[in-house]
């Protein structure tokens, strides 16, 4: 596609802007998720609002939260900061129930033996919980990648730098080459943001890889 061989360096500049909207909101989103699911699985009075309050704020319209965000962070509304708050917000919506879930399939048994062993509370949520929990955990960040690279593309009605300005640039003057590109790009992206969850996810479970093998 001639247009796109015109156009390499601008996409693949709009691709890193993409790629660090999407990716940046995933790590906070999965570390603020963690504790929030570790209090909805150990304490279960707090498990139904926590689950149905984080649930209820993946209803927000991406786009009225955009613009409301510079009203209740203070920024400019250009500022790409509204946008990872608000991927934030919706990664966190989507894995509290995940991280909950996930921790809550490691067998009561698998406990009491860490704990017989010696294993305070904390460390047995890292050490044996928390690493038992990763193939759950995972495949909810998997959702959740695919649904920021989504998102993201929003944001280019607000003027923010990013694969979305593709469609906005194609749509406004009636030319399919840069949706086309666009399309193809945030596909593209979506698939190497869950090919790396797996492989991270893959490392982490050892067992997991072995009792395939075997």
């Given amino acids: 596609m001639s247009w796109l061989s015109d156009h390499f360096s601008e996409v693949m500049d709009l691709t890193v802007h993409h790629i660090y909207l999407a990716g940046v909101p995933l790590l906070i989103g999965l570390a603020l998720a963690l504790p929030f699911g570790w209090l909805a699985r150990r304490y279960r009075f707090l498990y139904p609002p926590l689950i149905i309050g984080t649930g209820l704020l993946y209803t927000i319209p991406s786009l009225s939260l955009f613009v409301l965000m510079p009203l209740l962070v203070g920024t400019q509304i250009l500022d790409p900061v509204n946008v990872i708050i608000a991927l934030t917000i919706y990664t966190l919506a989507l894995l509290v129930r995940t991280v909950a879930d996930g921790l809550g399939a490691v067998p009561d048994d698998v406990n009491q033996a860490a704990t017989a062993m010696g294993y305070t509370r904390g460390r047995r949520f890292f050490a044996v919980e928390l690493p038992l ?13 695919v649904s920021n690279v989504s998102i993201v593309s929003v944001a280019a009605l607000l003027g923010i730098p990013q694969l979305g300005q593709l469609f906005l640039d194609g749509y406004q003057r009636f030319f399919y080459d840069p949706i086309i590109v666009g399309l193809i790009a945030c596909i593209l992206l979506a698939l190497a943001f869950d090919l790396v969850i797996v492989a991270i996810a893959r490392l982490l479970t050892p067992w997991v890889r072995a009792r395939q093998g075997a």
């Fill in 133 to 145: 929990a990763v193939p759950v955990i995972a495949a909810g960040l998997r959702v959740a990648a």
